[in-house]
Nanobody
Framework: VQLQASGGGSVQTGASLRLSCVAS????????IAWFRQAPGKEREPVSI???????YYVDSVKGRFTIARDNSKSTVTLQMNSLKPEDTAVYYC???????????????????WGRGTQVTVSS
C-alpha cells in the first residue's frame, strides 16, 4: 500500500491544522494507521494511531488537542491538530501495518508502510 501525507504548514501558536493520509494500492480497511513525527535532531516519535476497529490511542502530549479519524470509503486517515504549540513542530509521517499488536504501536520499526512526511511548523 502507498501512503500520501499532506496538510502541513506554518502556523502561529494556538492555530489548527488538519493532516491527511491517503492510501492507495491495497485494501485499506484492515490496516492500522499511525502518525509519527520527527523534529530536527530528534528521534521519530509516535503521535497517535487508529486501529482497524477504530480504537484510538494518543501520546500524552497531544491528548485533548489532536483527534485522529478514518474514512474507509476514502482510504483516508486525518489528524486534526488544535491548539498547536511550538513543540509540535516536526515532520509528520503516516504509517500503516496490518499485523501490529497493541503494545507495539509506539515503535516506528513495526510499521511496514510509510508515507513521505509533511512539515508542520508552529511559531510563537
Amino acid at each position: 500500500v502507498q501512503l500520501q501525507a499532506s496538510g502541513g504548514g506554518s502556523v502561529q501558536t494556538g492555530a489548527s491544522l488538519r493532516l491527511s493520509c491517503v492510501a492507495s494500492g491495497g485494501t485499506f480497511r484492515p490496516y492500522h494507521i499511525a502518525w509519527f513525527r520527527q523534529a530536527p535532531g530528534k528521534e521519530r516519535e509516535p503521535v497517535s494511531i487508529i486501529w482497524s476497529d477504530r480504537t484510538t490511542y494518543y501520546v500524552d502530549s497531544v491528548k485533548g488537542r489532536f483527534t485522529i479519524a478514518r474514512d474507509n470509503s476514502k482510504s483516508t486517515v486525518t489528524l486534526q491538530m488544535n491548539s498547536l504549540k511550538p513543540e509540535d513542530t516536526a515532520v509528520y509521517y503516516c504509517a500503516a501495518d496490518r499485523s501490529l499488536i497493541r503494545t507495539s504501536w509506539r515503535g516506528w520499526r513495526h510499521y511496514d508502510y510509510w508515507g513521505r512526511g509533511t512539515q508542520v511548523t508552529v511559531s510563537s
